[in-house]
């Protein structure tokens, strides 16, 4: 299963984006979009036509957070969904630290994205979230999801 996970990203990565910069709290993102999907000040990310009533993302960057209290406690609060074949993986977003947090909800998968930003501004960080259905566009959309958030570069502006 991870090993499809990975080929499925892999693919959606090699396909063509539209690359954007978000400017936001301080802090410049500079993401790849997939193919169709689209970013506006008041909705935030997009997903394309197909994907739109399958799935939802938002972000949110913070200025006023202590990275381990707020991590703590975030992921304190998501361990009354947590089944067994949820998961929880420490990894980089760029060069900055970052936890991934996989869980169901309901009839929806949630997946947030935790992005330690304190080496560049103190007490803070960043929030990506997924939430889909549990179809397969609701899947697609995710790993969409996924390879946007893994291609971001986030600096502080100038």
């Known amino acids: 299963m ?3 996970l990975l080929l499925a990203l892999l693919n959606v990565a090699k396909q063509p984006g539209t690359p954007i910069t978000i400017e936001s709290f ?8 997939p193919q169709g999907w689209s970013f506006t000040a008041d909705r935030g990310f997009i997903p ?4 739109v009533s399958s799935c939802r993302v ?3 960057f ?3 957070r202590n990275w381990d209290r707020f991590l703590t406690s975030v992921l304190r609060s998501d ?6 074949d949820d998961a929880r993986r420490v990894h980089k977003i760029g060069d900055h630290p970052a936890v991934t947090n ?7 998968t949630v997946r947030d994205i935790y992005i330690n930003l304190a080496d560049l501004q103190p007490d ?3 929030v990506f979230t997924f939430e889909g259905s549990n179809t397969p566009a609701g899947s697609d959309c995710e790993l969409q999801f996924v390879a946007m958030i893994h291609s971001a570069r986030i600096t502080q502006r100038q």
């Open 58 to 60: 938002r972000g949110q």
């Open 26 to 33: 301080g802090f410049e993102s500079r993401v790849v979009l």
């Open 62 to 64: 913070y200025t006023d």
């Open 79 to 84: 361990d009354r969904y947590r089944t067994a």
């Open 124 to 126: 803070s960080g960043a």
């Open 48 to 51: 394309p036509p197909a994907l």
């Open 102 to 108: 996989r869980y169901t909800r309901d009839v929806f």
């Open 2 to 4: 991870k090993l499809l």
